[in-house]
């Protein structure tokens, strides 16, 4: 391959385990509106509010890949429908809103992630590539990015081309010199090999791949541990 000249991470599930953080979130986000305004809680749990959702996406197409403008809108519209007028609405889900998105950020990341991270940004440059709206440069790995692209900055969501040319169009380099690294087989192996860029594969479980036709893409490299990544890009270089 070409001398790698940018490396782009995924984030959920790749550097840290998402599900507890949402989770966690979501409650403290409930636990606030139980106390301000409680018919929201009374009429609306985490099922009803998915339907809600799809609802709102649909009816405002240009937000369907800003999760937060998705999530704050689908919480007024949800208060509103609760009972509460549109001025207290609108208040109580920026507040909602702001309470979940910063248990959001309250992460713990994988083992290795802190110091791979910290390895690699002394040889490459690092970019973000994630469907998620936690911004990493709001945590302490910021620092060793320096480049950040979301489904929301792209309007699109992995494993949509777009936001992968927007990775290499904002670093100004051509596919074959950008490893992208992520745990999604389909968002972050196949969309990335899609656009013609290298791949690695953390498969923490070490579970073969999933049964796919014959336009798959096999990864580059797969690594079980962060720890092998600097390894298997030097391998790459090789």
Known sequence: MAEIALVTFD???TL??????????????????GQVAPKFNEMF????????RTEVVS??????????ATRELVLRRALSLSGYDQTSAKAHAAEAFRRFLKARHDVELFDGAQQVLAELSQQYPLAVLTNGNADVRRLDIGEHFSHFHSSASANASKPDAQIFHAALDGAGVNPNQTVHIGDNWVDDIQGAAAVGMHTIWVNFSGEPAPRADAQAHAPSATVRNLLDIPAALAALQT
Request: glycine content about 0%; proline content about 5%; aromatic content about 8%.
């Open 16 to 33: 840290w385990a998402v599900e507890p953080v949402i989770v966690r979130a979501e409650r403290i986000m409930r636990d606030y509106l």
């Open 45 to 52: 749990d985490s099922q009803q509010m998915w339907q809600l």
């Open 11 to 13: 984030l959920d599930n």
């Open 59 to 68: 009816a405002n197409p240009s937000i369907q890949h800003d999760l937060s």
